[in-house]
């Protein structure tokens, strides 16, 4: 069975996996993916069968569901160890009494998708690609999740997926779509190809894109006949939706298996979840068996403040220290990109420790902080001066156009890792990008011995002149 994941747990899980808690299930059963979505748990009289609720919860996390429904499939239930209540993958698909606590603090639409639908189903927020949302159903529905406001059971009309393909078709600047929901792959695989079909036949769309969390949560779905539908339709890029090292079972790997030998590249979307994944140790096993399944490390995204999700959030700060904790420390294949999706639909900004300390662009040079902390002067160009002393044509030179950009110095997660905690001066104005009128060059004065290494000008090897 799955429960290890590969990942080495920090304590032993006893009350896990399908033999303890469907021990009647047949192979046939549990490896038939309609098996699994029919026997989903979606109530708190079925959870208490199987997982301990202490009684004075269970009127609250009834009113819970009220608000947000619950789906759990065995498989991914069986992922969790009933003997411990701060299981990770517990408290991303159990209610628990904090997310009634939390019920009214949040957004009902984060990211203001509503105001960026020029029809319903569609997002259109940057130019040239849409979101589409062709489901309100997914197999395990996530405490987080930023669409709870959409979910429910009813399947979306094929009247508004055709109202929804005619607008990309009418929309020539769109060339990239990423099909979401819900979960595209709950849907039927002939009812998904009617849509892909559609959308292949669309000449200006280059790019088709699927999020699915079914290869974490239901993996049994992605089976052969699905792979050989979707391969008829490239380009076309799945994202997945991985935040737990111990989601990376060899169910999960099967299924992504079968779908990169259908020629799909997979990319990971994680999300920073408080308690789940907000330690460094979680997110390097998390990011190592992801690049184990062949599985592209590719955002992971602050906790979107929705409604009810309060207490899965966890802080910039935390994000940053993991980032910099996996920065230098892993292959950077195995580094995905930190983003905060602004709210209102402001659209995901990238952020990133500060490695960058000091750049003055009239001097060109840099000062930089590598993995460890350590401090390096670079010259993007050889300074003007040594070329004239060099006795070289200082004409070629682009005119200088701006004064230093001094950069905030690092969140200092480590201690001296922040890099300018030596006595370094650097000026810092606003959010780390200083005006060229008032920061003078000379305000990043570094302390002796900060400084580790230099662009050096040595010619190593023979001007190509030289060698005719
Ligand atoms: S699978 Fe995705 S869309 Fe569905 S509930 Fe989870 S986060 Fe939301």
């Known amino acids: ?194 849509i892909l079909a559609k959308l292949r036949a669309i000449r200006h769309l280059e790019i088709i894109r699927i999020g699915t969390r079914i290869p974490v949560s239901l993996p049994q779905r992605v089976d052969a006949e699905l792979c050989e539908m979707l391969q008829k339709y490239h380009p076309l890029w799945v994202n997945v939706h991985f935040n737990h090292p111990r989601e990376c079972t060899p169910e999960a790997a099967r299924a992504c298996d079968l779908l990169s030998r259908a020629g799909i590249p997979l990319n990971n979307q994680a999300v920073f979840l408080k308690g789940v994944n907000d330690s460094l140790e979680v997110m390097k096993g998390l990011v190592h068996g992801l690049m184990k399944m062949r599985v592209r490390p590719y955002y992971v995204y602050h906790c979107d403040p929705v409604r009810g999700s309060e207490h899965m959030r966890t802080t910039i700060a935390k994000g940053l220290e993991i980032m910099e904790g996996l920065r230098g420390h892993t292959s950077g294949l195995a580094i995905p990109q930190y983003v905060i999706d602004a709210p209102g639909g402001g659209g995901k900004v990238p952020i990133n420790p500060n490695y960058l300390l000091e750049y003055d662009q009239k001097k060109q040079r840099a000062l930089l902080r590598n993995y460890q902390g350590r401090v390096f002067e670079y010259y993007e160009q050889v300074p003007e001066e040594e070329l004239l002393r060099r006795k070289l044509v200082a004409e070629r030179l682009p005119a200088p156009t701006a004064g230093p950009i001094v950069i905030t110095p690092s969140h200092g997660s480590n201690g001296d890792r922040g890099g300018m905690s030596g006595g370094a001066k650097v000026r810092t104005i606003g959010n780390g990008r200083a005006t060229g009128a008032t920061a003078e060059p000379e305000s990043a004065a570094v302390a002796p011995g900060l400084v580790v290494g230099k662009s050096k000008w040595a010619h190593r090897g023979r001007a190509r002149r030289d060698q005719t």
């Open 1 to 194: 069975m799955s429960e290890s994941g590969g990942f080495a747990a920090t304590k032993a899980r006893q009350k896990c996996g399908r033999a303890h808690y469907y021990p009647e299930a047949t192979d046939a059963e549990w490896n038939d993916w309609k098996w699994q979505f029919r026997h989903r748990v979606t109530d708190i009289e079925q959870l208490m069968k199987l997982i301990p609720i202490p009684e004075g919860e269970r009127g609250i996390r009834r009113e819970v569901l009220r608000d947000f429904r619950m789906g759990i499939p065995p498989y991914y239930l069986a992922l969790i160890d009933a003997d411990d209540p701060d299981d990770p993958i517990l408290r991303q698909a159990v209610p628990l009494a904090e997310e009634y606590a939390y019920r009214d603090v949040g957004d009902e639409d984060p990211l203001g998708e509503e105001h960026y639908s020029p029809v319903p189903g569609i997002t259109h927020r940057y130019p040239d690609r849409v979101l589409m949302v062709i489901s309100n159903s997914c197999a395990v529905y996530c405490r987080y999740c930023t669409r709870k406001r959409i979910m429910y059971e009813d399947a979306v009309p094929d009247l508004e997926i055709d109202r929804m393909v005619d607008y990309i078709a009418r929309t020539p600047a769109v060339r990239d779509v990423v099909i979401s929901g819900g979960d595209p792959l709950t849907c039927s695989t002939p009812k998904l190809e009617s």
